[in-house]
């Protein structure tokens, strides 16, 4: 695993582990890219090419 912090107040956090890139902000990982292309915001364990796990009861907005 090899992880790089940006140091600054956002505590971005990119890290590589068992093949997938994990991007987060201090300790939480949000978003996953694993090696077949999936893309997870709020999973670490994407089964699709976009699996998006909404966590607020405000629900999900894609789009501007």
Do not use: F, Q, W
């Amino acid at each position: 695993s090899t992880r790089t912090t940006d140091g600054g107040a956002g505590n971005s956090t990119i890290r590589t582990d068992n093949g997938k890139l994990l991007l987060g902000a201090g300790a939480v990982t949000y978003h996953a890219l694993d090696t077949s292309g999936n893309v997870g915001i709020n999973t670490l364990t994407p089964t699709s090419k976009l699996h998006v796990i909404e966590t607020t009861a405000t629900g999900t907005r894609i789009g501007p």
